[in-house]
């Protein structure tokens, strides 16, 4: 059975910088892409950024620039960089597992494992 958590949410003022981790746990050939979500109360949640069995990474207008993922294939770890954060970034911040190879940022619906969320607050 896969297990995901994701760490290193909290608190952080406009401008600041946050790095997200997601420790899995279970067969690493259980999956074969991973993605960051994040979902803002009263809003649906929406990919950030994800990465392809092959490395390949994708992500969302709004953070490109800002947010870099990246993963420890070893490890079995996920992990989301951001910087230059702002208020609109507030959110749960999910990670996410899925069979498919090729990820995306736009179809929740292909993830199969997901983690319980991890809080990021940013105030301006």
């Known amino acids: 059975q896969v297990q995901l958590q994701e760490s290193g949410g909290g608190s952080v003022q406009s401008g600041g910088s946050r790095w997200l981790v997601c420790a899995s746990l279970?067969?690493?050939?259980?999956?074969?892409?991973m993605a960051w979500f994040r979902q803002a109360p009263g809003k649906e949640r929406e990919g950030v950024a994800c990465i392809d069995s092959d490395g390949t990474t994708r992500y969302q207008d709004s953070v490109k620039g800002r947010f870099t993922i990246s993963q420890d294939v070893a490890k079995n770890s996920l992990f989301l960089q951001m910087s230059a954060l702002k208020p609109d970034d507030t959110a749960m911040y999910f990670c996410a597992a899925s069979f498919a190879k090729t990820c995306s940022v736009k179809t929740v619906g292909i993830y199969n494992y997901w983690g319980p969320g991890t809080q990021v607050t940013v105030s301006s």
């Open positions: 279970g067969p690493r050939s259980s999956w074969n892409s």
